[in-house]
Each structure stands twice: as structure tokens, then as C-alpha cells.
């Protein structure tokens, strides 16, 4: 028996990278699973059917899958993925938002075009993706679906090279927070993986810094690494767990930050002035940089 038994799951961007062992490993659970991916390049242009080939892995395995090549940056994409799990599998319960591309440049240099791109494959796909199946679980009252979005630490701790990457994957965990307060009443939970994972998107980065990335890395920091906790948000026994960011890669599972007032002043009466602003600011970055410090600290547990 598996955990995902008679659950219809779709997948994004399933067709290479972190997306396809989600694929494999929800199949494997016994979900049946749609497998989304458009097969484009890096940054986004082209495209290749990709997602058939991952479809003929988990029949292979005895798994039930089928195929989608829409792309998750358009309204009709989105809508596509509900009416395939529905036309092949009678249903859907779980939307894995995956898919993603990078254009890489600091600011000085983004053009508008790269800044769309990015926003419109991340952000807008997140949005293209969700509605639909949104208002199918409240038009059928379709309880215990799950929504699982990709964020990263670009996102929330900021990376050099990708504002527009960065602003995607930023407002896509405020996206997940409005979501899980929306759906809590259907049961489906909504929460966010901000992933780390060997894969064509981060394999270039290494090698540009001179480090190669053999067998040995991949099997210590492969994608296989991300799909448990992926698959395992989507299990009955995640049923209590919404509106949280979860780390994962590299054989670590570990649960993030998210903002919160660490400190603040207030004033009884009148405004602040300049004045005593310079004297308060700095203990409130100085609270900030203790909170950080105490997060930082060493908290890995070893089993
Ligand atoms: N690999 C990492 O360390 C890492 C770190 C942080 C976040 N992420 C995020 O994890 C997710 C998976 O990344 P990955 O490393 O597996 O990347 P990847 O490039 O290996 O796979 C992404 C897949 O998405 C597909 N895709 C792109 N645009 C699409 C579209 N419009 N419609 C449908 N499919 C589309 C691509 O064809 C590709 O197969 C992405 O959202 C990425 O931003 C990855």
C-alpha cells in the first residue's frame, strides 16, 4: 500500500531536475500523476517533449501517468493541468507548482523582457496553476488537496544576479501565506519548499567555480534529495501542516523563518522625531542581528 494511494497528483516543470523525482516518487506512493513540463532550455526559450519520457519511466515502473506539455506561464496552461488529471483520473488532489527558469543579470543590465520572463514562469505560473485548481476543490468540495509551492533562498534571503528571480520567489511564499488562509476551509493545506539540489539549473554555478560535479555529488545532492518532504506534504499525515517554508537538500530537512515583529518601540503620544530615530534604529538592527545570529547558530540534528 502506498501513501498517495488513489490521489491524482499534478506536477510542474516534472520532466527533468527536482519536478521529475517528485514525479517518480509520488507515482511510486501510488499516486497518479500528470506530468507537466513544456522542455525549454534554461532561460526559458524552446521547447521538447520531455515530459513523455518521464510518463514511460513510471508505467515502467508500474505506475499511472500521463503527460501535459502546456506551459504554466499561461491562463489556458493552468487550466489545461486540472482538465487532464480530471479527463485521465477522474479528480486531482495535489498541484506540485515546480516549473522554473532563470535569466540570470544584476540590475544595471535587466532588461524588461528578463524581468517578464521570470516573473511570468514563477510568479504567474504559481498564480496560473492555483486558481484553477482552486475553484475546482471549492466547485466540487473536494477535501484534504494539497498545494505545494517552490520558493528559494534567493528569494528570501536575497542572491546577487537575480532580482527578478528573487522577487518571484520572495512573493511567491507571501503567495502560499494568502492561499493557506484561503483554502484552509476546503482542508487543503499550502505550503513552500525552497529547495537546494544539483541540477541543470545549479550544476553551470559550481562548475564556473571550478568544482565538478561527478557521482558522488550527485548522489549526496541530487534532486532525489528534495522529493521525500515534497511527497510527504502531500500525505494524509500532513493534514495539520500549512503556510510553512520548508529547506530541503543535501539529506537536510529543516523548517524557515518567516517575518515577524522581532521588536519595536512605540510612542504614547506625538510623532517620532529624526532625532530619537537615530538613537532607536540601531537597536532595532541590533535585535534583528541577534535573531539572525541565534538562527544561524549550528541547529542541525544528525540521525
Ligand atoms: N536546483 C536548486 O538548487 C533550486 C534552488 C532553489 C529553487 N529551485 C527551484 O526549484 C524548481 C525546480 O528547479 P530545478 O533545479 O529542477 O530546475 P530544472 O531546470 O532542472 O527543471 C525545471 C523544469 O521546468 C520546466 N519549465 C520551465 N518553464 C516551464 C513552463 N513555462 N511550463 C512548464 N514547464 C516549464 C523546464 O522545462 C524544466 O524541465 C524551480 O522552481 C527552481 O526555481 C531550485
Redesign the pocket.
Known sequence: MGRLDDKVAVV?????????DIALLMASEGAKVVV???????D?TG?TN?ADDVVAEIRAAGGEAVSN??????VA?GQSLVATAVDAFGGMDILV??????RDVTIFKMEESQWDAVL???LK?HYCCSRPFAQYIREHNRTGCRIIN?????GLYGNFGQAN?GAA?AGIAGFSRVLALELAKYGCTVNT??????????IPLRENRGESVGDQELEQGG?QH?APIVAWLATEEAGGITSEIFHS?RGGVGIMQQPRVIKQYKKRDGLWSLDELDNIVPDLVSARQENLAAADTDNTIEI
Do not use: Q, W
Open positions: 510542474t516543470g516534472a520532466g527533468r531536475g527536482i519536478g521529475r507537466n513540463d513544456l522542455g525549454g532550455n534554461t526559458g521547447t520531455i506539455t502546456a506551459s504554466v506561464a499561461e496552461g507548482n515546480n516549473a522554473g527558469i532563470l511570468a514562469v514563477h505560473g517552490f520558493s528559494s533562498v534567493s528571480y520567489k519548499i525552497s529547495p537546494g539540489a544539483l541540477t541543470r539549473m545549479t534532486p528534495v537538500g
